[in-house]
């Protein structure tokens, strides 16, 4: 069964500094691995998709890598603000038995950016 | 609307009643599934819909659970006899293509937070 962990749990930061958020999972044969960011009482926004060929992928202040082969894949955040305060999740899609892409999520670091 | 939309938001039930959870998915999408996420947890996969198909239900943590999506768009998530483990906020997510193929960005909603007293 794929375990998707992500370190640290919580991170409290001043504003302006860059973070490296961390994921690690158990089985490697993924087929894309997704971070996402969700607000309180709000779902989850979508981040950046990495597929399983690619090392990395950029949105502005935030960067996402993959090395599929470890099983790990870093979200950096670059230049901090307080409106990056959310939980960042990681998911990893594999297929399954019936063909479909099924998601296991890991619990999420919970950031906060303080002025 | 142009997101995804769950109703209620938030749902109080005493141990043992049935409760109906709605998800209007966004106009088009053929992909729907259903996510359970208890306090300090990530989203679990519960099941998954292509149209009206329910392709995939490996999630569902019980036989009380049932999803349904008749026409393709909107779908209900039932609790049948509900127990205080149900608590959880329940996330619905719709995504344009066929989850079948691939994956793509899935669009949630705000999830419908259920306490079970």
């Known amino acids: 069964k794929q375990e998707v962990t992500q370190i640290p749990a919580a991170l409290s930061v001043p504003e302006g500094e860059n973070l490296v958020l961390n994921c690690s999972f158990t089985?490697?044969?993924?087929?894309?691995l997704q971070w996402f960011r969700q607000d309180p009482g709000k779902g989850l926004t979508s981040l950046l998709l990495i597929q399983s060929s690619q090392r990395e992928q950029t949105s502005g202040r935030l960067n996402a890598s993959l090395d599929k082969s470890s099983g790990r894949s870093t979200l950096y955040i670059a230049a901090s603000q307080p409106g990056d305060s959310a939980t960042y999740l990681c998911?990893?899609?594999?297929?399954?038995?019936?063909?479909?892409?099924?998601?296991?999520f890991g619990r999420g670091t919970s950031l906060i950016v303080h002025p | 609307g142009a997101g995804v939309s769950q109703s209620p938001r938030y749902k109080v039930a005493k141990r043992g009643q049935d409760v109906a959870l709605r998800c209007d998915p966004i106009?088009?999408?053929?992909?729907l599934f259903w996510y359970q996420q208890a306090l300090g947890q990530g989203p679990e996969f519960l099941t998954y819909?292509?149209?009206?198909?329910?392709?995939?239900k490996s999630g569902l943590p019980s036989d009380r659970f049932f999803a349904e999506r008749p026409e393709g768009s909107v779908s209900t998530l039932k609790i049948q006899r509900t127990q205080q483990e149900d608590s959880a906020v329940y996330l619905c997510?719709?995504?344009?293509?066929?989850?079948?193929?691939?994956?793509?960005?899935?669009?949630f909603g705000p999830g419908t937070r259920l306490t079970v007293l």
């Open positions: 998911a990893v899609f594999r297929p399954d038995s019936g063909g479909s892409y099924i998601p296991t």
């Open positions: 997510a719709s995504s344009p293509i066929l989850a079948g193929v691939g994956t793509d960005t899935q669009y």
């Open positions: 106009s088009g999408h053929v992909s």
């Open positions: 089985d490697s044969a993924i087929y894309n």
């Open positions: 819909f292509q149209n009206e198909a329910q392709l995939d």
